[in-house]
């Protein structure tokens, strides 16, 4: 599968509905055809018989990828990490939702090689994010706010800038005048 995005999935609500939601994933699990038995792949349930499970009718949707790991966590919140194609598995979390109406999905989607980050997660209540600022002659300096980034870039490379977007500009401006390299990226904070 060409263009993977890699997502994580915290999946959290009545506890109930939770709790099935693990069932069926465990059903999925001892079911003799649940594996994708291809040599890239193996190991790695695929989205079609945790439909089978999931839904009482199969809907004709092309939905392709792989859970990868599911996890059941001390605080009843369901973990799941899939792979899928170019994005995030929506039409999953619409059959979730539709089958379990409590539950609440909150994802982080990191496509391969096209640096697109994606969450739903903007409170940052569970994916919370940093801002790394690397250039070619010094170690990569990280950040919890852009406030912080702008601070750092002000007092080593003479830029000036407000906000995110001021700040990419700037770093931009600072490439071309001083033939370098320097880029500022989002990254994932790992929570645990």
């Known amino acids: 599968m060409p263009n993977y995005a890699y997502t994580s999935h915290h999946i959290s609500g009545d506890e109930k509905e939770i709790k099935m939601l693990h069932d069926i ?56 990490s899939t792979e899928s194609a170019w994005r995030a598995p929506f039409e999953l979390h619409n059959l979730i939702r539709h089958r379990f109406p409590s539950l609440k999905i909150l994802y982080f989607t990191d496509p391969d090689d096209d640096g697109v980050m994606e969450t739903n997660d903007v409170n940052g209540e569970v994916f919370r994010t940093r801002y790394g600022i690397a250039t070619e002659y010094m170690d990569e300096e990280f950040f919890d706010t852009i406030a912080e980034a702008c601070q750092w870039a002000k007092h080593n490379l003479g830029i000036e800038a407000n906000n995110l977007p001021e700040l990419r500009n700037a770093l931009l401006d600072y490439e071309e005048e001083n033939n370098t390299y320097a880029s500022l990226h989002e990254c994932l904070l790992d929570m645990d």
């Open 25 to 80: 994933m465990n059903r999925v699990i001892n079911h003799p055809d649940a594996f994708i038995r291809d040599a890239e792949y193996y190991g790695r349930m695929s989205f079609r018989h945790f439909l089978e499970e999931l839904c009482e009718e199969v809907p004709a949707i092309d939905l392709r990828g792989q859970i990868c790991h599911f996890e059941l966590d001390s605080e009843k919140v369901l973990w799941i």
